[in-house]
């Protein structure tokens, strides 16, 4: 919310981000701009709040906003860009993967981070996840942060295997288990970045060095950041998030899943900016503007 006084201090980050979405769409139903003061607007965040109900209010926020996407919807997005653009789809992985990767140094600048903290745990699934946060790892890299990936179900797609062999070659570590004592991982690393299930798939569908890992995260104490969804996730209704993981991070890919609605967490990032003009009026996309050559943009 712009204002002389700058945002209020007290807000949760779920208010914040509703007050930036404010000035994103001001033409809400029943809304004028009048209403766009710093008075005004936070009195209506709390008559949502009432109206709908703690668990519920954001999540109607972003579905009058148009911001989200159905699972449906992304596979036609993403269908267009390959089919109608001539995308590839290492292409649309490379530009994901450094995406997460800058909006990671957006949430955690490295001058503000002591040597511990550069340490990033990447962990991956064997899915197109994965793959971007193989592409992750690789210019958190470049970044001058120091990752690691964790990588227990490798893929024989020969997508995986070339951005696997990319990641050894500049001297990424593999990590050959995950430690069962969290501890372990809570002082070995800064922070972790959750790029193991995609939107529409199920931890049972993987198997269960994975589900192994997720039941691991759940755990830790270190901040996490999750690539498109948090893993586990109902890309749709966001179910299991109550007990599953709750990432202090979330990078949307594209477009917000409709499950960001229920995303609680202190920074969420766009990183859409690839998207052509014609296609986000196509599928109704209203994010916000990318700042000068920025490639996400934050919610």
């Known amino acids: 919310m712009s204002s ?18 404010l000035e994103l769409q001001p033409q809400l139903p029943d809304m004028g701009r009048a ?16 109206a709908w109900g703690r668990q519920s209010w954001l999540e109607q926020i972003w579905n009058t906003l148009a911001v989200c996407q159905s699972t449906a919807e992304a596979a036609a997005l993403e269908r267009e860009l390959l089919e109608d653009y001539r995308f590839g789809r290492q292409q649309l992985v490379e530009l994901c993967g450094h995406a997460s990767a ?21 962990v991956c699934g064997p899915e197109q996840n994965g793959a971007v946060g193989l592409v992750c790892a690789r210019h958190l890299r470049v970044f001058e942060y120091e990752p690691t990936i964790f990588y227990p179900m490798r893929s024989l797609d020969l997508l995986h295997r070339d951005l696997t062999t990319q ?13 069962t004592e969290v501890q372990l991982i809570n002082e070995a690393y800064g922070l972790v970045v959750d790029a193991v299930l995609g939107p529409g798939v199920e ?16 755990l830790l104490s270190i901040p996490l950041v999750s690539l498109d969804i948090p893993s586990g996730w109902d890309a749709e ?50 994010l916000p503007g990318y700042t000068g050559t920025d ?5």
Request: aromatic letters at 6%.
């Open 237 to 286: 209704t966001g179910s299991d998030a109550e007990d599953g993981l709750r990432p202090d991070v979330l990078v949307s890919l594209a477009a917000p899943k409709r499950c960001a609605g229920r995303f609680s967490g202190r920074h969420h990032f766009v990183a859409g900016r690839f998207v052509p003009d014609d296609v986000r009026r196509k599928f109704a996309l209203r």
């Open 4 to 21: 002389a006084a700058g945002p209020d201090p007290s807000e949760a980050p779920e208010e914040r981000r509703f007050l930036r979405a």
């Open 167 to 179: 990641c050894e070659k500049m001297d990424i570590p593999f990590l050959s288990y995950l430690p």
């Open 102 to 122: 800058v909006a990671v140094t957006k949430a955690f600048p490295l001058p503000a981070l002591s040597r511990k903290q550069r340490t990033v745990l990447v």
């Open 203 to 218: 931890p049972g569908e993987v198997g269960g060095p994975c589900t192994r890992a997720l039941a691991t995260l759940k």
């Open 35 to 50: 209403e766009l003061s710093s008075n005004a607007t936070t009195s209506l965040v709390q008559r949502r709040k009432q």
């Open 295 to 299: 490639c996400v943009a934050a919610l």
